[in-house]
């Protein structure tokens, strides 16, 4: 299988420890974005990534969550000191070049976060 | 900023009957707009997309229209299947700028058909 893949796939932590989680896009996709999905809710834009550069962050995201995509492969997500309200489905999409605002993004199948 | 606001849910319907879910959008410029569906148990997958005023977008039998007078991505299907029970999401992502591509989602609409 050729699609985005994301490690792991549920995650439960306590309160206050840090977590990662990972992020594999497809292979000629030089776009990678950072969502986050709660309950009932559509996904909303955590960051973004055009290769290894990150060119935007969401006022969403506290100081407390940092990405990073070395090499322009692969991403990482990490959250310090995770609290409750973090619980939630966090996907990983990527995109061909092109023109971003048209292309198609391919979504992975999220990491389920839960801060107990 | 971009919204997107979805009809409220879940949706029931019998097999063959007529879908609408409604989709308006509030944007600046021109965006493009998605439908997306995520079946159960499955990840978000793209089911159509209009770049510009007046498209239309098409896939599996599902239909929308890109209404810029009206701010609307209407997704219609004609007779549904039991097989279209899933989560639909209108998108839009915007142009040009610093919109990367960046999708803004509607909060979703739970359609569930029954045989």
């Known amino acids: 299988d050729t699609g985005v893949s994301q490690d792991p796939r549920h995650k439960i932590t306590k309160r206050g420890q840090n977590v990662t989680f990972r992020c594999d896009p497809i292979?000629?996709?030089?776009?990678l974005y950072w969502y986050r999905q709660t309950l009932g809710q559509g996904p909303e834009f955590l960051t973004y990534?055009?290769?290894?550069?990150?060119?935007?962050k969401s006022r969403l995201l506290s100081d407390r969550f940092s990405a990073e995509r070395p090499k322009g492969s692969f991403s990482t997500l990490e959250i310090q000191r995770t609290e409750q309200g973090d619980s939630a489905m966090y996907l990983c999409?990527?995109?061909?070049?092109?023109?971003?605002?048209?292309?198609?993004?391919?979504f992975g199948p999220g990491t389920r976060l839960t801060v107990l | 900023g971009n919204s997107v606001t979805q009809m409220e849910g879940p949706v029931t319907l019998s097999e063959e009957a007529f879908l609408t879910i409604n989709c308006t959008y509030t944007a600046t410029g021109y965006p493009s707009l998605f439908w997306y569906v995520q079946y159960p148990g499955e990840g978000l997958q793209l089911l159509l997309k209009a770049t510009k005023a007046d498209d239309k977008g098409s896939n599996k039998g599902f239909e929308a229209t890109y209404r810029k007078e009206t701010t609307s991505f209407h997704l219609e299907k004609g007779s549904v299947q039991v097989s279209d029970s899933a989560v639909y999401f209108c998108?839009?992502?915007?142009?040009?700028?610093?919109?990367?591509?960046?999708?803004?989602f509607g909060q979703g609409t739970i359609l569930t058909v029954h045989p």
């Open positions: 998108a839009l992502s915007g142009q040009g700028g610093t919109s990367y591509g960046k999708l803004t």
């Open positions: 292979s000629e996709h030089n776009r």
């Open positions: 990534f055009q290769n290894e550069a990150q060119l935007e």
């Open positions: 999409a990527s995109s061909p070049p092109g023109l971003a605002g048209t292309n198609e993004q391919f």
